[in-house]
């Protein structure tokens, strides 16, 4: 979303599309691969299912935590420079955002998990998961890169982007709370 929000004020929200591309095509093969994996724990070991979850509600929760904690720092680069990427290097740039993301895969692994049932395909749950993921995850983009541009000044003052860490902090403690204990 930082490097969507960024390119929307840098480059323009319709050249960021390419980043968006590439990184929607990231995401699904980290939620799909992501999705594999917590369903074989799901069929095959339940008990470490459940383990696993808590682990992930944790782990949301710390991040929510980081986020609370982080001094509201954000860096812009200049726009110079940034015209000159091709649509190749845009969306190559997406897609290894979201492929070298530990906290990407972090975040699949503990979402998913309330989300599958032993007792239903796996394929059809998948298939709607990662089609809503990506759906959520497009819109963000689009909302982050349109408002970029408009938000550029008020977002260069740090007190802005505390409050706005907090309120996302927040909401993932809220949902590592609830991951872990539903």
């Not at 074989?40 to 459940?50: I, K």
């Amino acid at each position: 979303m930082t490097l969507a929000m960024t390119l929307g004020m840098t480059i323009g929200v319709k050249r960021a599309l390419w980043m968006m591309l590439g990184e929607l095509l990231g995401v699904g093969i980290v939620a799909i691969l992501s999705a594999i994996g917590v369903a074989a724990l799901l069929l095959n070991y339940p008990s470490a299912f459940t383990i696993f979850k808590y682990i992930g509600g944790v782990y949301l929760a710390y991040i929510g935590v980081q986020m609370w904690r982080s001094r509201g720092k954000m860096a812009i680069k200049s726009t110079e420079g940034s015209q000159s990427y091709s649509r190749l290097e845009l969306a190559m740039q997406g897609f290894m955002t979201a492929i070298a993301n530990p906290k990407g895969w972090a975040f699949f692994v503990a979402l998913l998990p309330p989300f599958l049932s032993a007792d239903s395909p796996l394929f059809e749950q998948l298939l709607i998961l990662i089609s809503i993921i990506l759906m959520l995850e497009l819109t963000c983009l689009l909302i982050y890169a349109t408002g970029g541009r408009t938000l550029r000044s008020l977002l260069m003052q740090s007190g802005n982007v505390r409050a706005m860490n907090r309120i996302a902090g927040s909401l993932m403690i809220g949902v590592g709370v609830w991951l872990a204990v539903g």
